[in-house]
């Protein structure tokens, strides 16, 4: 005679629940191609200023602020942890890095400033439910900070794309090696007043 424990009806309703909450956080290609996602004017720049600061390997994600010329003000570097894509999470975890590296601008009745995501993974650069829960959680991290919903960058062994727009290179690429800094070497200008603030973004300049 065999025993054992057959999951009670509760806990399978439970978790597929859980499991088609955390398949709603997810953004499909033509949902996000249909947001009106600003197009970055120069990609492979952005890409290779960033993958030259924060040198990522897959697994690593970086989230950076661009201001209206595309300069960059400020970025931060992390890495994902080791659980079920979930854009609840990823929200979460960027809106963390957010708060930590730039003021926020829910003061302002329209965004100035666009925070996009790079995030380095193994596979090629063909879409898949990951990708849907990092823009769900870029998205709603950018509502909640006062930020424009900029790119979403993969960047693989075979190089980077920006998707929902179809650009994309060779190089960077996961296993390259980074490239002299462009104009994006340039620290951002430090605000003129002192505070809480400028010591934020004095140590982001200095990274």
Do not use: K
């Amino acid at each position: 005679m065999t025993f054992g424990f057959a999951p009670s009806t509760s806990t399978s309703a439970d978790l597929s629940t859980a499991s088609a909450t955390s398949l709603a956080r997810v953004l499909e290609p033509a949902e996000w191609a249909a947001a009106g996602i600003p197009l970055l004017r120069n990609p492979r720049e952005v890409v290779s200023g960033l993958h030259s600061r924060h040198r990522p390997r897959p697994g690593a994600a970086v989230v950076a602020v661009l201001d209206a010329d595309e300069r960059l003000r400020a970025s931060a570097s992390f890495t994902r942890r080791p659980a079920p894509a979930d854009g609840w999470m990823f929200r979460n975890a960027l809106l963390a890095q957010l708060r930590r590296v730039i003021p926020h601008d829910l003061r302002r009745r329209t965004p100035i400033r666009t925070a996009v995501l790079l995030y380095c993974r193994d596979g090629d650069a063909r879409w898949t439910e990951e990708d849907g829960a990092w823009m769900w959680g870029l998205r709603d991290a950018c509502t909640l900070h006062g930020l424009r919903c900029g790119a979403y960058i993969t960047l693989t062994r075979d190089g980077w794309q920006v998707l929902g727009e179809g650009r994309g290179g060779r190089r960077p690429n996961a296993d390259s090696t980074p490239e002299p800094f462009a104009l994006s070497e340039a620290p951002p200008p430090l605000p003129r007043t002192g505070g809480a603030a400028s010591e934020v973004l004095r140590r982001v300049a200095a990274r």
